[in-house]
């Protein structure tokens, strides 16, 4: 079932559980990752950047592709179909095309700046049933062309970004997109815990979840993260499971080249990523 996100994180905030954003590039990644939440029950957001939407030819086939699918395979999980880091004119494009959920990442704005086009788009996704997640505070590294420096959020912005009726908050605390490097310094939980505390009980959102270490995912839901997002671990696992296939001759054994089969451990790894994500995340059982 497509939904709005609001509710599945509302549970996950008050069962102390987070639900996993997982963003998607093609069939085979959306397949396996609906599949995988309907087995193991749980709920699920499918993530789209701006980047990712172009690449599938536009907001609406993505959207025609997951309704679709979410049809065909039989998910009655529930699933929300978000924008990730999207654009103000990227967020009026997903509203149009059908998407359950957006991401306005006014994060480069100033902050007077970020509140306006916040306080906007609240309005709009609200009157048109979308949830809407906004971010302070950059999250570092480099995603689809949106680079960000990485710096801790101010807990007073994200109480102002908060205030505007926002659904879920993404807020900087040291978390990067894409591996983490060597020196990384960790998750800064002062950062997480003030920020929580400004905030109430508003769900909190973990970008760059790829590479944390367990106990540090625990932690951050323990202090009020309800929604973590992986993207670069299902490229790498794809990539792995597949340069596996070919360099074992796989594609040139009888019809080993058939794309249907040169996909299929790299699907197959995806499936065995999210698994692993959503049992650590607490969201398996929970649909
Ligand atoms: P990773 O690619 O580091 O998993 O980050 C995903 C993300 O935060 C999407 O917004």
Same mark, same amino acid.
């Given at each position: ?8 994180? +509302? ?13 998607? /590039? /093609? ?46 395979? /039989? ?9 990730? $880091? ?36 609240? +309005?709009?996704? $609200? ?49 990067? $997109? ?39 995912? +625990? ?41 249907? +089969? ?26």
């Amino acid at each position: 079932m497509l939904v709005s996100a609001t509710e599945m994180l +509302k549970k996950a905030k008050a069962g102390h559980y987070a639900v996993g954003q997982f963003n998607i /590039n /093609n069939l085979e990644w959306t397949k396996a990752i609906l599949a995988t939440a309907q087995e193991l029950n749980s709920p699920v957001i499918l993530g789209v950047s701006e980047g990712a939407g172009k690449y599938m030819t536009g907001f609406k086939t993505v959207t025609a592709m997951v309704k679709a699918m979410i049809e065909e395979m /039989n998910i009655t999980v529930p699933v929300a179909l978000h924008l990730d $880091h999207g654009t103000y004119e990227g967020c009026y494009k997903c509203i149009k095309a059908g998407f359950s959920s957006i991401m306005f990442d006014g994060s480069h704005y100033p902050i007077e700046e970020n509140v306006e086009k916040t306080r906007e788009l609240v +309005k709009v996704a $609200h009157a048109m049933g979308l949830s809407i997640e906004a971010e302070v505070g950059s999250i570092g590294g480099e995603e689809d062309g949106v680079v960000g420096a990485g710096e801790c959020a101010d807990p007073n912005e994200c109480k102002a970004i908060a205030d505007l009726g926002i659904d879920f908050l993404a807020a900087g605390i040291g978390n990067i $997109h894409g591996k983490y490097p060597e020196n990384w310094q960790g998750l800064s939980f002062d950062t997480l815990a003030a920020i929580q505390e400004k905030t109430g009980d508003m769900p909190l959102v973990l970008h760059g979840g790829t590479g944390i270490p367990a106990d540090m995912i +625990k932690k951050a839901i323990d202090l009020g993260v309800a929604k973590i997002n992986v993207n670069t671990e299902c490229q790498l696992s794809f990539a792995a499971a597949t340069r596996e296939y070919i360099e074992a001759g796989k594609d040139q054994q009888g019809k080993g080249f058939d794309p249907r +089969k040169l996909l299929a451990p790299g699907a197959a790894a995806i499936k065995e990523t999210v698994k692993e994500k959503m049992e650590l995340f607490g969201s398996v059982g929970k649909a």
